[in-house]
């Protein structure tokens, strides 16, 4: 999709004298089409508009991001158009059926989502085309007129990166943040089993999974959110030297195998795992709050998608 970075957004500025003489000649010319059309400004400075579409929300946030729009990116249209206009909107991490049924249950026609919605991280679906359950999602999002946009590398390039940012108000950890790296947080010193206490109460986790002693004190951790990759935990765990890594997923045989050798070492390296849904789902209620004050009046709902697996 070609992103338009000439909004008309930036015609009327809010400190702008003549404003409203502007608004009125407009006004005048186009009978009030204009009005109804396009995004002004209200008595406070806030702007406002009657019609989005789906472009439209999608540039607003883009247009934020330092050196976007991105000439290759997976944040692309997965359903719908760009010119449908927005009734209502959905942020979630995964754009699964049930997020889908829920969406039409609120009558909300666009739902921007952090992850891939079929299942695999371009959305190719060519190899999909006679999978039963890729044509049900694909022909009920048709059917309802549904926008799904992925929002990952965008919100991630955001200053500040939106994940994390929402990841660590819900932790109530923003305070504890190291100013030149935000994915360091010094924490009064608690012992590993509080910690793991601590996140599974904040973010609504039922089990982790952990290696590491219990009773080790943490005070240095490195927040490192959905699938960083095990070179990418190893290399930053080298440049930081935490006490214990907090992680959304791993692939068991990279991760966890460096840190039971560091601890086997004699390195006091622990290492929490939130799973990958839960470390960034913050994300999506971080964008929906984002939403909310820049688009007053338009029905925004975060839609948790939920970790799928369960624990016996």
């Known amino acids: 999709m070609t992103i338009n ?33 396009q995004p002004l400004f209200d008595e406070a400075g806030s702007w406002f508009n009657r019609s989005w579409t789906v472009e439209q929300v999608m540039e607003l946030f883009i247009k934020e991001v330092p050196g976007a729009p991105f000439e290759r990116t997976v944040d692309t249209l997965k359903a719908g158009k760009p010119g449908t206009i927005v009734k209502g909107i959905v942020t979630t991490m995964f754009a699964t059926l049930e997020v889908v049924q829920k969406a039409i249950g609120l009558g909300a026609n666009f739902i921007i989502a952090h992850e891939p919605t079929f299942y695999n991280h371009s959305d190719e679906t060519a190899w999909l085309q006679h999978d039963e359950v890729y044509q049900y999602k694909k022909e009920l999002l048709q059917k309802h007129d549904i926008a799904v946009w992925r929002n990952h590398d965008y919100i991630h390039q955001h200053l500040p990166d939106g994940v994390l940012e929402g990841l660590m108000t819900q932790l109530d950890w923003k305070i504890y943040q190291d100013p030149t790296n935000k994915n360091i947080v010094s924490l009064p010193g608690l012992t590993l089993e509080e910690l793991i206490k601590q996140v599974k109460s ?5 089990m982790v999974r952990y290696i590491g002693d219990i009773s080790q004190v943490c005070r240095k951790i490195l927040v490192l959110p959905g699938a960083y990759g095990g070179r990418r935990h190893i290399e930053a765990i080298g440049a930081t030297k935490p006490d214990v890594l907090v992680c959304g997923e791993i692939q068991e045989w990279e991760t966890a195998e460096y840190i039971r050798d560091a601890q086997t070492k004699g390195q006091k390296l622990a290492l929490v795992i939130l799973g ?27 839609i948790p998608s939920k970790n799928p697996l369960m624990f016996l």
Do not use: C
């Open 5 to 37: 970075n000439s909004s008309p957004i930036e015609m009327v500025l809010p400190d702008d004298p003549g404003r409203r003489r502007f608004i009125a000649q407009i006004t005048k010319l186009t009978g009030g089409a204009f009005l109804v059309s």
């Open 202 to 206: 904040t973010l609504g986790i039922t």
């Open 276 to 302: 990958h849904v839960l470390s960034e789902e913050p994300g999506s209620a971080y964008l929906a709050n984002w939403l909310k004050e820049k688009l007053p009046g338009m029905p925004v709902t975060h």
